[in-house]
DNA sequence: CACATTTATTTCAAGTTTAAAATTTCAGCA
DNA sequence: TGCTGAAATTTTAAACTTGAAATAAATGTG
């Protein structure tokens, strides 16, 4: 157990302690002022940023959860008329998932929020701070 | 909309992304060569470093969860022989929680191949960018 | 002391999440 | 064509997680 792999350790840690108190921040945040939860906005997100619409399987890769799960968040925000789904014309198995205009239209007032948010939690990092970590979770992302 | 708060947003992404990569890995490598979960890992880490045991609330405070996710966690190990409570005697609301015997060793087993996964993971990182991340880290976290 | 408030924990319902199994469809190939 | 294996999605069971309500016990205040 080498001096550098306990600090690494230590890193991952502080990470790990950085992004849930974030994360328990912004579900806090949206529960009170927006009566929505997190996994829900995150899949809103990730359909507002590819407004054609991507397959199930692209939208768990993106975001790094299970098909089972992205179904079962779909299907409610679906529900609720915030998202539709399209069978593909060439693919039989594949779906297409796309916000509806209702859907686009609420995002826009989460995501202008959401990102307020964002910048009051992290207002302790500066611009040099900011390139910084950026750099260092580009490189960190290369191995996982 | 700010440049900066776009750049904070980014750099919020990017941070999430790294941390949810990691802990998928991390939750795979547990369950394939461990059996075990990520949230039991953390319980076990928590008490293996309060030998001398916590109470409940102390527990969900350093895990950053919920009093009722504490319970469920504690209440399967508990079943498992792993983790045992002790009504306090001073007040009797209180309850202490430990690694028995039991748990304490496999948790060290547990804790050594888990130290040595996450340094594979982060290994593009020099003891440079951990200094500078924790820095960036320990900064960012007073806010939230 | 009596009562209201606070604190510690558990219970509960609903939502989230995973991993694995099941279904359906597609693609390649004998 | 018919078969085999791969791919996309859903379903399922179990675990995890939250937030709120319920319990129980301690604390403080009149």
Chains 1, 2 share one sequence.
């Not at 994360?23 to 906005?41: C, D, G, K, M």
């Not at 959860?65 to 609720?80: C, I």
Request: glycine letters at 6%.
């Amino acid at each position: 157990m080498s001096d550098l792999s306990k600090r690494r350790l230590k890193a991952w840690i502080r990470l790990l302690g950085v992004t849930r108190a974030a994360e328990n921040h912004l579900r806090e945040y949206l529960r009170v002022n927006h009566a929505t939860t997190l996994p829900r906005f995150d899949v809103m997100a990730a359909l507002y940023r590819r407004r054609e619409g991507v397959t199930m399987s692209e939208l768990s890769r993106m975001l790094l959860v299970s098909n089972g799960n992205a179904t079962a968040v779909v299907d409610r925000l679906e529900g609720e008329g915030l998202v539709r789904r399209t069978p593909s014309e060439a693919d039989r198995r594949t779906v297409h998932v796309a916000l509806t205009p209702t859907g686009a239209t609420q995002f826009e007032g989460l995501a202008a929020d959401h990102e307020a948010e964002v910048d009051t939690l992290f207002a302790a990092l500066d611009e040099n701070d900011l390139d910084t970590l950026a750099d260092i979770m580009k490189r960190a992302r290369g191995q996982a």
